[in-house]
């Protein structure tokens, strides 16, 4: 297969505080970028993508930046709520598929 | 409008048997993914379909096909199952995959193979 899914990193957050999730990338070519989330026993949710002409991009207390320069996107949630606890997948976008990185679990502390 | 659907949600099969997994994907999507996602791997890709007509397809041996229908429903089919089987099949749909689209998944299928 050609995603890495080894060791997940955790990242742990106060509630209240801002999470930032970090994901490096593959290819340069690629073009178009996605967020998702998947909590336990559920399929992975979009969060927020965004295409290379953009270096940011904001949603509901999410924000996507994108670093071509270094083949790097990260996420940051504002405001971390208790149900933003999940595992959280970057994927960029191939010919007629997707390539997920690893994965980073976001566990929120009360 | 409804999401991605998934049939059947949980199964147990055992090692040598086949399985065939469904997916019927958000009114009006026209492209269909299959991923396995498993803890050591992740979430590798499988196949990719559009109009009945398979576009790509990942690393993964012959036991693993599927089609899709003129509804745009679609189908996974493993054969002769082996343990390492054992995951979690994720589907995901989109208008066209071709380029820029947006995948919605569905909540998958979680196999067993004892």
Redesign the interface.
Known sequence: GESVGLHLPTLSVQEGDNSIINCAYSNSASDYFIWYKQESGKGPQFIIDIRSNMDKRQGQRVTVLLNKTVKHLSLQIAATQPGDSAVYFCAEGGTYKYIFGTGTRLKVLA | KAG?TQTPRYLIKTRGQQVTLSCSPISGHR?V?W???????????LF?Y?SETQ??K???PGRFSGRQFSNSRSEMNVSTLELGDSALY?C?SSLD????????????TRLLVL
Not at chain 2, 35 to 45: K, V
Not at chain 2, 97 to 102: F, I, S, V
């Open positions: 991605v492209s993914s991923y396995q996602q498993t803890p050591g791997q992740g979430l590798q890709f990719e559009f576009r790509n990942g690393n993964f994720l995901a995959r071709g380029h820029q689209e947006t995948q919605y998944f569905g909540p998958g």
